[in-house]
């Protein structure tokens, strides 16, 4: 499955941005889905992710409230919408997915279960 991401940028505190994450080959609407994201010197960490069927999301304390994930299976791709942002979000985000079907309610935080992982996407915000 090759993932490519899509939709970052400079923002200033407070704006929005969406981000999307087109995959292709595979069996999308089968794969668990998150974002990742990693700051400059920082060790890469959990921003959000949705179960297959879309049913549950689940969201890093730090972003809960403003940001929110979705997914069109239909387009095989997964959105993050996100707003209220703040200068501490500034960082490449990641998109990821899993190869292993465990049902159409399953997500996970680990990244280290994601098999297939985007290029990522620069995201900046300034205060």
């Known amino acids: 499955v090759h993932l490519v991401e899509s939709g970052g940028g400079l923002v200033q505190a407070g704006g929005s941005l969406r981000l999307s994450c087109a995959a292709s080959?595979?069996?999308?609407?089968?794969?668990?889905m998150g974002w990742f994201r990693q700051a400059p010197g920082k060790e890469r960490e959990f921003v959000a992710a949705?179960?297959?069927?879309?049913?549950?999301?689940y969201y890093a304390d730090s972003v809960k409230g403003r940001f929110t994930i979705s997914r069109d299976n239909a387009k095989n791709t997964v959105y993050l919408q996100m707003n209220s942002l703040k200068p501490e979000d500034t960082a490449v985000y990641y998109c990821?997915?899993?190869?292993?079907?465990?049902?159409?309610?399953?997500?996970?935080?680990?990244?280290?279960?994601?098999?297939?992982w985007g290029q990522g996407t620069q995201v900046t915000v300034s205060s």
């Open positions: 080959g595979g069996t999308f609407s089968l794969s668990a």
């Open positions: 949705i179960s297959s069927s879309g049913i549950n999301t």
């Open positions: 990821a997915g899993e190869r292993t079907f465990y049902g159409s309610t399953y997500y996970s935080t680990d990244p280290y279960e994601y098999d297939y």
